[in-house]
């Protein structure tokens, strides 16, 4: 049995196929509509998350099959002391595929090993959010034409974005990606990923401050939110965070095929008037993730349409 | 693409077109049993409301339909500070049409600005609630065989009760409309309503204290609850409780066709002996709210049957 | 119409019936695929309790239903001061069938004396647990191939254990039934079941006080949870708590063919290397709770198939 616990669980060999799976969902969605008719999705959310949990259960349901689960801890055994492994023993005789998400890094991984069923990872913790990535790729490919040989902008958030961080894992597989790594200094990406990651594979990157400075020479940008929080005083906050709004003026900068990621919610990092850009692809990213989810849980689950 | 915002938003000829359909669904259910097949409903319930959640999920299962959606702000991105507008862009790759409850007035007139979906508005704050209105329209109409030419008794909290005013502002539509407007008087229907809506398009009211007074003119009778906290000091609500207070010997001065409804829950205000009478309709009531919302699902999907 | 609100509600002949057609679900489930197409289940959890919440929403979708409703009373409209009877005879508009979890005893009673549809009881407070004890006999009678003619551990918290006391005045109804009652001074099973219900029936049963002295002689063993916060004092607590805990050390007492049963959630008085003995049938025992809870939906529904 089959489980997504990291995005780097499938080969890029596999990969192209899942994504092949889901552009022809997208194509022919009435194909698939009753590709999972009996089968039964668990969402156990262990800590919220409406985005994660309504794309798996629209994923399920466009499938033709039911969900059932829970939204938040609160109404959840996990109170009683059950351990991730009971639970999970337990919801293989409830359903035929889960997706979870837990506050403790490695829960998936645990979750899992006595699992009767495929288990999703659905974000555990700071770790991983493997379907986010699967959804930014199909993005990608599905706008772009390719994974490969392309100048990506990161911006805002280095440092804690773990929607970023399982990006650059899952980018630096393909050739010829370079990356334009764009935050403040407090919110650089962490050492350990530029030189494991990105200096072990030789991977070209160059850092700046200011989003201006970097969009001329994007084919994309991964835009993702700058807490206040995150800074260490004020004034620093109120001086930089304006580079890291995207609005209306910034993208007159960036070259006419620069599509816009974001994994959303937004705040304010990207301005309203931006939404209605040809290049603004935050809202097709939702949609694909909706398509990658379904591929998955038709590749987990073995079935062949 | 049509939404419904407030109940004013049909014509009175969009609105028996709408009342047709719910009675034809009522007539003959298995002819709708599959008419949303592979369509999905989202409940996005900002505060939790079982009665109306449920109601717009039984009218989508009737319909063959599926639902996902959340049942409190708690467990939605709505505290990670994301606007309402991009919830429903988003929302709108997971679901077909959306059934929204929020606390802040106008909140589903934003949603629907940029909604890729129809959006149902379930509550707005002390604002709106159209679709109970449709049902008490669709109540009235079924048992009385018409909506003109009736003498309708309204009692209880007519000062902030948005169900008796919105009902006001759809009813006064129908020629021949009279009401009884029963209360106490710190809980009298507000002078704006009186002026603007009765006064301005010449509707005859008249005002009493004691639902005694009023029964046995009446055509129709719609309760509401008096909260005792409405009431300025404790000897008052204990002088007046009773008055509005509906039980066995009140139903013996009204008409022997004089349905009793309420938009539920009621906590005392019918004492449960009445719930034995064939006028007692407030559980039917509940029954043509799923009706009329199976119609104005249809309706704004546009499938027909 | 017919409930399900004590376990008791069933004859033996009935239970009988039901446990053969559940035997059938689990042999043929494509049979029961679609068998309550169609019709929707209401899950009314005014507690939380995702295992018995989830096991019946299985068995509906199992049986191609819909499931709508609430899974803690804060998202219901309890807390607007609405009655249990007018709840149900609410939801009678919305499901065909419900399941109600109340912390008040006798709840479930008074839920399905106005109900316009089947009950069933999901645990009102320490009262009654039917459908865990529905699924205790099954997976006895699916193991053994009988439910006379048993010696029966039942060991733990034999004093507030509501799950034990059920099964007890199941089983006696059975030819042959022995008990082996095994529990801390404190935690022994109360006086008015020993004599109300064994003495008065002429069951034979014993007690012990140690796991180990009972093991040897039985043909059933039921597990329950020991907490701490049931001891008198932690001295008591630290001497006795292994006694309870079982493990495969323990597990070489017992004879070859004596299933081990636990309602779930376990904490630690099952060890996880028991897990693998092919005695160890707590996890068969939640899957034989989807199977009976099938047979419950379809026969309280009248449905055969």
Redesign the interface.
């Given at each position: 049995m089959r489980h997504l616990i990291s995005p780097l669980d499938f080969s890029v060999g596999e990969l192209d196929k899942l994504m092949d799976l889901a552009n022809d969902i997208e194509a022919t969605p009435e194909k698939y509509?009753h590709a999972c008719a009996?089968k039964?999705l668990?969402t156990l959310f262990y800590e919220?998350?409406?985005?994660t949990r309504?794309?798996h259960?629209?994923a399920m349901?466009?499938l033709?099959g039911?969900?059932?689960?829970?939204?938040?801890a609160?109404?959840?055994?996990a109170t009683?002391?059950?351990s991730v492994?009971?639970?999970l023993?337990?919801?293989?005789?409830?359903?035929d595929i889960c997706a979870m998400r837990h506050p403790k890094e490695g829960a998936a991984t645990v979750a899992c090993k006595?699992s009767g069923i495929p288990v999703i990872n659905a974000g555990d913790g700071g770790h991983q959010h493997p379907t986010q990535t699967l959804a930014d790729l199909l993005t990608i490919r599905s706008l772009k034409g390719h994974l490969d040989n392309m100048t990506i902008g990161l911006c805002g958030d280095l440092k804690f974005g773990r929607t970023v961080h399982s990006l650059i894992h899952a980018l630096v597989r393909y050739p010829g990606i370079r990356f334009v790594l764009i935050s403040p200094e407090e919110l650089k990406l962490p050492g350990y990923i530029r030189s494991d990651v990105l200096d072990k594979k030789n991977i070209p990157y160059e850092e700046v401050e200011r989003l201006e400075d970097a969009l001329p020479k994007l084919d994309l940008l991964y835009m993702t939110r700058v807490q206040k929080e995150r800074f260490f005083n004020e004034e620093d906050y109120v001086r930089m965070k304006d580079f890291y709004i995207l609005d209306a003026a910034k993208m007159k900068l960036a070259p006419e095929d620069m599509y816009v990621l974001h994994p959303?919610?937004?705040?304010n990092e990207i301005s309203?008037e931006v939404?209605d850009d040809p290049r603004a692809a935050y809202?097709k990213q939702?949609?694909y993730?909706?398509y990658i989810r379904m591929a998955l849980i038709l590749t987990l689950l073995e079935i062949e349409v």
């Open positions: 509509a009996g039964t668990a919220p998350s409406t985005r309504l794309s259960e629209a349901y466009n033709g039911n969900v059932l689960g829970f939204s938040s609160n109404s959840s055994s009683k002391g059950e492994s009971d639970t023993r337990m919801i293989s005789c409830y359903a006595h959303l919610p937004r705040v309203v939404d809202f939702a949609q993730g909706v």
